[in-house]
C-alpha cells in the first residue's frame, strides 16, 4: 500500500450531482445538491436549503427553512450525510409511551 496516497474516509463520488441531507455537529441540517468532495469529508452544495430548529426544543426542527444558495461545509463539522432518495423521518423507537 502506498503511504504517500490518502483515502477518502466516505465514497461520496456516486452521490455527486444528487440531492443529500447533511448535518452538522451543532445539530444544524442542510439539504443540497452534492458538487464535490474531498478525502477529509469537506463537502460543497449547492441550491442549498437550511432547516431551522425549534428555540425551545433544539432537536425537533420546524417547517422554516433558509436558502443558502453554494456553500462548502467543513469536513470536521459534518456528523451525517445521506442521499434525500430513500429518506423518510420515522418515530424515535427508544422514546416510551407514556
Not at 452544495?45 to 427553512?65: G, Q, S, V
Amino acid at each position: 500500500m502506498n503511504a504517500d496516497k490518502k483515502q477518502a474516509v466516505l465514497d461520496l463520488s456516486r452521490h455527486v450531482d444528487q440531492k443529500v441531507r447533511v448535518k452538522f455537529s451543532g445539530g444544524r441540517e442542510v439539504e443540497g445538491r452534492l458538487k464535490g468532495f474531498d478525502t477529509l469529508v469537506n463537502l460543497v452544495l449547492d441550491e442549498c436549503i437550511e432547516y431551522i430548529r425549534d428555540p425551545d426544543d433544539p432537536y425537533k426542527l420546524t417547517n422554516e427553512t433558509r436558502q443558502l444558495g453554494l456553500i462548502v461545509c467543513r469536513g470536521t463539522a459534518v456528523t451525517l450525510v445521506c442521499p434525500c432518495d430513500g429518506m423518510m423521518e420515522i418515530a424515535n423507537p427508544f422514546i416510551s409511551a407514556e
